[in-house]
Structure formats: C-alpha cells, structure tokens
C-alpha cells in the first residue's frame, strides 16, 4: 500500500450501474472472486442502513465509505455512490469502477416491474420505501445522464469497464479488469426470473 494510505482509503471495485442493471449479479460475482462485496438494494443486504450512512458522509464532507465497515471490498446498487463516482476516483484512487448496462427498454421494463411489486408489497405492510412511482420518461433522461457522465468522465481510462452483464460475456471482462483469474463456475445471473 502507498505510504500514507489507511487501509480503509485502499483502492476498492464500485459498480456504477444503476439499478435494474445486473447489480445483484454484479455483487455475487464479486462474492465468487474472493472479494467481500456489499450489495445496497434491498433489507437483505445494506438497504437504507448502507443509503443513509453514504449520503451522511457527503453531506459532512467525509469520504463516502466512512460509515460502512471498511472491510468491504466491491460495492453495488447503492445509488449516492453510483452518482459519485467523480468523488469516489478522488477519494481511493486505484480503484476500479464497472458501468453495468442493459438496452434500455429492458431496464424501463425491470424498473417498471419492480415498481409494481414494491407496490404490492406496500399494500401488504412489507415495503416501506419510496421507490413506487413508474415514471419511464424521467427514467430515460437519468439513464442517459448517468451513461453520459460517466462515459465522459472515464473516457480512455484503464480502470474503467462498461458491460451489459445479461449478454452473456461470462467472467472475462471483469476478470480482465480486475486481473483475476476467471472461477471455474458459472457466471452469476441473479433474478433472471425478475429481469
């Protein structure tokens, strides 16, 4: 590790994709590599615990990971991070950051189902977040603000890896990217069923 660098500052992996595209499989991949991966989307893994924890560190200025236990290696679907990646390069440099993809009426069509079944589950007293209003035209212009900004930011970069994880790639890019060997096991497709 370079001199002055805290272990907690060390280089990590951000997935940068939003949601709906691939993050799930994203973060069990990360699990099948060796690296201790955590996962924002949902109770299950870091929910709004992960969420509120991240945008207290923005919002006092500390490094955006300061809240979360810094044995974490890889990180996905939490959405104050994805949006920060700028920050995130500054504040561990060395880090390698994965813009998860998918084409884009598929992503619409994920969300939108995802919507309706945080609606169900509302009406059924288990979802008490906020993520319940289909809204495609406003989803579109996030999904190319966000592809814009960071295709522009990460332009040419080494460290940087956009993919469309649902195409079938397999282990290559991110183990290229990563400089890991690729696990004898098949790639992860996670919610296959919900995609």
């Known amino acids: 590790m370079p001199e002055g660098r805290t272990w907690e500052m060390r280089p990590r992996v ?54 979360i ?23 561990y440099p060395g880090s390698r950051f994965v813009l998860t993809v998918r084409p884009i009426d598929q992503w ?17 007293g288990e979802y008490k977040g906020k993520f319940l209003v289909v809204d495609e035209h406003g989803w579109r212009i996030e ?5 814009d900004r960071a295709r522009r930011y990460f332009a040419d970069r080494e460290d940087f890896l956009e993919v469309d994880l649902t195409a079938g790639l397999g282990w290559a890019p991110l183990c290229k990217l990563l400089d890991l060997p690729a696990p004898t096991v098949p790639f992860p497709w996670v919610n296959r069923d919900r995609t």
């Open 108 to 124: 619409i069509e994920s969300r939108r189902r995802h919507v309706e079944r945080n609606i169900r589950r509302r009406e059924a």
């Open 14 to 67: 951000f997935c940068i994709g939003l949601n709906k595209t691939g993050t799930s499989s994203f973060h069990e991949a990360m699990e099948i590599l060796g690296l201790r991966s955590l996962h924002g989307g949902g109770p299950d893994w870091g929910g709004d615990k992960v969420s509120r924890a991240v945008r207290d560190a923005l919002e006092e200025g500390r490094p955006l990971l300061s809240g």
């Open 143 to 147: 999904w190319r603000r966000h592809m």
């Open 69 to 91: 236990d810094p044995a974490f290696d890889a990180f996905s679907d939490i959405g104050t991070l994805a949006r920060h990646f700028d920050l995130l390069d500054q504040q």
